[in-house]
């Protein structure tokens, strides 16, 4: 692998911020960048890095493609705007969800997630804004994965053979890709994030595309991002790394109204790690088991399983697409 990590211990925070203004200024020089904002601690430091580099000449968009958690494109919005850093809302829901349509093999649902990201969102604010340069967050932990073929995660290009330039008619800038998620928590907080976005658990860039079975509809969405709804609100104290919510495939008999009901299935992970390269399901309470299940049952219609995961990664991986 031809990136080199830099380790939390090595992190000069103050050094690497000057550098990488420098970097993004002397690339884009005059010209307009685009950052893909998604709210994550990654695409918020890229896009803080960005805005000191550039200021006006940075065009941040946040792209709702109809796969994000309730609530999230516009709080997103709202906190870089109090931190002074216009963000665009684009409405892009029907181009993810027809790309998404009947696919249910998870590296061909990826595929599609990348495909509508960079040939057809980006492509098109990069034309219309007269920009050449994306901006975005991909970290050492998401090259290392592609690399080792664990998965396509959506936002790697060269590590694949893919030229942007070529293949989509910008250039993309990539300033924490020899860091892992603790080293940018870290340079967050330096940058003046807010502690609830640097702090913020992981979230992946396919959303909540990563947690569906199957085929990922506008409905199967709902249901999933009910149940994320219950487990961030129910585990936000838990201290644990990540917690979230997986709709299953498959549905499974259960009892409803003292009647046969066949229903989904919402499986819980919670994990313990630091970097996400591996990581072990926290020992959850068995009180706080049972709220969850509760919960997911009868507020998130059509549930009546809800199980959690005790696998450590590997073999596990955090996500289940
Ligand atoms: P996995 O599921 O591979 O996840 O064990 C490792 C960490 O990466 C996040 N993740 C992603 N992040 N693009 C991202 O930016 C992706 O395609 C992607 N897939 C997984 C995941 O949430 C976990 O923190």
Redesign the pocket.
Known sequence: MDVKEITLEELDTERFIAEKVQEISSEVDDRVAISALSG?V?SAVVTMLAHQALGDRLKTYFIDSGLMRAGEPEHIVSVFKKLGVPVELIDAQETFFDALKGQTDPEEK?HAITRSFYGDVFARLVRESGSKFLLQ?TNY??VE?TVAG??????ILEQLGINPEEAYGYRVIEPLIQLR?SSIRKLGKALGLPEEIYSRP?????ALA?RVMGEVTPERVRLVRSATTIVEEELAQSGAF?YLAILHEDRVTGIRDGKRDYGYQIEVRCWESTD?KI?SPTRLANKVLDRLAERITTEVPGVVSVTYNITK?PPS???AV
């Open positions: 994550g990654d990826r967050g932990t998401d994965e664990i998965k396509r995660q959506h936002n998620k992981p979230f992946p860039g396919p990563a990540q996400a990581g990664k991986t955090i996500e």
